[in-house]
């Protein structure tokens, strides 16, 4: 027969302060492990939602970079040709051959950064459907205009709209800003292809982002391009190539979340422990009158069990709570595969807040286990003795 | 002293409970020294450059390079005393996720600029003679196990991938503390050979006197400021620094993970604490009543918390120093250098001994301020 739960509730109503001091604790832990999964998902969200599954980005055969990658004209011209891009509403075909440059900007706030300046071409913004205008207006071809993408305007010196920025030895006027579905494009500056190009490195484009007309096609599209003898290529889905560049930090956050996040626990399950046995000897008249009653051992076993994860889950919701103003902090670090800046956004997501309530489970029902046992094998003579 | 014993019976009392508190402590007190380690390595890795070089690099960004041509006018300009170069390879060993620095260097000034390598005068010959040769600091020779006059093949982030770059290590270097022990360096000579064309990628100047920094590099700047290469010189440590602000806010991140660990282990430290004091209440009452004051009782409890944090907190910290230091723990090449600093440790036990005061705090007040005839009626 069971032990009503109400038993446990009552219980640890009945020790406010002890209860409080424990489920704070876990509810640090919680804290930290959300904050830092939040903040590696946040940067793969940047840098994955970059990429689209409906484009294919070509590279010079090899690179794994933007960065690293050459292609000349001839080549992108080649591949404007081929059956598989998509045409655009003009009748033009859907593909932006990109000049792909690291400018260094003075922070507001001191200090510089590399930010990616990418030349584009006019059909860019169709072939990037996430991307949008949100003040001023678009380049004009052949002028000297740049658009500084939302996540770096207000950061850096001269990104506001009709100030200059002056690099590669020409003066460049920002008439407007935009915004990319919270990507790394965000943290970039855009210009023309054709202006950017004598500007920094000669004749050559980093690389070539094209529209697939059918994209359940893209292996096939990748085969085309990459065993064309004229072609010195590598074609990757944009957005896996993206996605290959968030792989390393993701990584090291998430096993530095797990690192400090599962040290931290150690601390937070004794916690428990010494809680949960404080209160299994206190109580250890009222546990010798339950089994005189008739409950099993294993009915006193699951009580306090449960009340060991009454307390974990207050932390865990706690935790939770603390958590969520951090849902949409910006921070910035540096993309390793691009040697730039990209500015991100903490995301703390239902699914994580998930994943912080079981850590929480799990903690309680380590913490609350040996002692829950101890009052289930307590031999009942020697318990109601003590009353 | 002669309290030594009352307060040792105390923390046996409950053995469980004082042992799983102490590890906690020391649980706490680890993490808190790893975290600040990584920002005191972080710290110290902008301050490794020195302050009478000068790295004068491409003005746009590291990642581009500059003409060979301005190696002959830098010797010339007042204040320089000596020119070298290097260019950054990126160079692969069998995973891409192994990284080390690798750099084409000069090899000929470039011993004369950096003395933080200290190399065997015969192995620096070897290293000077041959074209493929390659000098390896110890860290690297030992992450891969290779052994000196071994050739190895490397590939280049940067250079053709399909390109398979063979060396053969002649030199291992030693470095001076707060350099790294993992860079690979090797014949910018050969570099050039196999890429077919390359740059230096940066140049580093041997200043006659630091106090020139700042006109030296106003010079430099100024003369390239309309070429197709323009240039930014900076002393060699804003560069470093610069490099390493490029991780972001990783200080702030620990700092704010280190406040919420010492929290969680106050917030069990101070809880086991106020449990032991509830379970001696009686106890407390009737040492009074033997004429015990309330301020001895008051640093008893105090003292007797601060105990467990003070074991607790040398097990953690000096347990990072051990393990980290054993391990040889460099953050997946993110953290050369990594170590765990005397005044990290220092702090830590500050830690500690705070984190007793304060979880001990509240049952001491409990325990001064206790009515004892009110107790011993209870009890009785």
């Not at chain 1, 202006?195 to 050559?204: D, I």
């Not at chain 2, 993110?334 to 005061?357: C, D, H, R, W, Y």
């Amino acid at each position: 027969m069971k032990i009503p739960l109400i038993y446990n509730i009552r219980s640890v109503r009945q020790r406010p302060v002890s209860t409080l001091f424990t489920a704070l604790g876990m509810a640090l832990v919680v804290l930290v492990f959300i904050a830092m999964m939040a903040l590696s998902r946040g940067f793969r969200a940047a840098i994955v939602e970059t990429g689209s599954r409906e484009n294919v980005l070509v590279v010079r055969s090899g690179s794994d970079n933007e960065l690293t990658s050459g292609l000349g004209r001839a080549t992108a011209q080649t591949i404007a040709g081929m059956p598989f891009v998509a045409e655009g509403s003009t009748g033009r075909p859907l593909i932006s051959p990109e000049v792909y440059v690291l400018v260094s900007l003075d922070r507001l706030d001191g200090g510089d950064a590399l930010v990616v300046a990418r030349g584009v071409s006019p059909q860019a913004f169709e072939v990037r459907k996430n991307v949008e205008i949100i003040a001023g207006r678009m380049i004009n071809s052949g002028a000297p205009e740049i658009l500084i993408g939302k996540s770096i305007v207000g950061r850096f010196a001269g990104t506001e709209i009709g100030e200059t920025i002056r690099f590669a030895s020409r003066d460049w006027e920002v008439v407007g800003h935009f915004a990319a579905g919270g990507s790394a494009f965000e943290s970039e500056i855009w210009g023309e292809n054709e202006q950017f190009m004598p500007a920094f490195r000669g004749e050559v484009f980093q690389s070539v982002t094209f529209r697939m007309s059918d994209p359940s096609a893209f292996e096939a599209v990748k085969l085309a391009l990459e065993e064309d003898p004229r072609l010195p290529v590598g074609a990757h889905r944009e957005y896996d190539f993206y996605a290959s560049q968030s792989e390393l930090l993701t990584r090291v956050i998430s096993i530095a979340a797990v690192f400090i996040a599962g040290i931290m626990a150690i601390g937070a399950v004794f916690g428990a422990v010494n809680t949960m046995y404080a209160a299994v000897s206190a109580r250890a008249p009222e546990i010798a009158v339950l089994l005189t009653l008739g409950f099993r051992p294993l009915s006193v076993l699951s009580s306090f069990l449960f009340e060991a994860l009454v307390i974990a889950l207050i932390g865990g919701v706690l935790g939770c709570l603390f958590s969520l103003p951090l849902n949409g902090l910006m921070t910035s670090t540096t993309n390793w595969s691009s040697m730039s800046e990209v500015a991100f956004a903490f995301s703390v997501t239902p699914d994580l807040l998930l994943r912080g309530m079981i850590f929480a489970a799990v903690m309680g029902l380590i913490g609350g286990f040996f002692p829950a046992r101890r009052a289930a094998r307590q031999p009942v003579v020697k318990a109601a003795r003590q009353a | 002293m002669k309290y030594a014993r009352l307060v040792w019976v105390n923390l046996m009392r409950n053995k469980r409970r004082t042992i799983l508190t102490t590890i906690s402590v020391a649980a706490a007190l680890f993490l808190f020294v790893a975290l600040r380690s990584v920002n005191t390595t972080l710290d110290e890795a902008r301050d490794v450059g020195s302050e009478s070089r000068m790295v004068v690099r491409n003005a746009i960004s590291v990642v581009f390079s500059l003409p060979e041509a301005y190696y002959n006018w830098l010797t010339t300009v007042p204040g320089v005393s000596r020119v070298t170069w290097g260019n950054w390879f990126h160079g692969i060993y069998q995973d891409p996720r192994d990284f080390f620095p690798s750099f084409g260097v000069d090899v000929d000034g470039y011993f004369d600029i950096y003395f933080e390598m200290v190399v065997p005068e015969d192995q620096k010959q070897a290293f000077l003679r041959e074209r493929t040769a390659a000098m390896v600091g110890t860290g690297l020779m030992e992450r891969f196990g290779w052994r000196l006059g071994q050739t190895i093949n490397l590939t280049s982030m940067i250079y053709s991938p399909d390109q398979s770059w063979p060396f053969t290590i002649r030199a291992v270097y030693t470095p001076i503390p707060g350099w790294t022990d993992e860079a690979f360096y090797f014949h910018y000579d050969y570099l050039y050979e196999m890429s077919e064309w390359t740059q230096p990628g940066w140049y580093v100047l041997e200043l006659e006197d630091p106090s020139l920094a700042a006109t030296v590099a106003t010079t430099i700047d100024e003369h390239y400021e309309n070429s197709r290469f323009a240039t930014r010189t900076e002393t060699e440590r804003a560069f470093q620094s610069g490099m390493v602000s490029m991780y972001g806010n990783v200080g702030l991140l620990m700092n704010a993970v280190g406040i919420a660990v010492f929290f969680a282990i106050l917030l069990v430290a101070a809880n086991a604490m106020m449990m032991s004091g509830r379970e001696r209440t009686s106890e407390v009452a009737v040492l009074k009543t033997l004429g015990y004051s309330d301020r001895l009782l008051f640093g008893l409890v105090v003292i007797e918390a601060a105990i467990i944090t003070v074991v607790g907190g040398a097990l953690g910290v000096f347990g990072a120093k051990v393990l980290f230091e054993g391990t040889g723990f460099q953050g997946m090449g993110f953290l050369p250098g990594f170590e765990v600093k005397l005044s990290t440790a220092a702090v830590g036990m500050a830690i500690a001994i705070l984190l007793g005061l304060i979880s001990g705090l509240v049952p001491a007040w409990q325990a001064a301020r206790l009515p004892v005839a009110h107790t011993l009626r209870r009890v009785a």
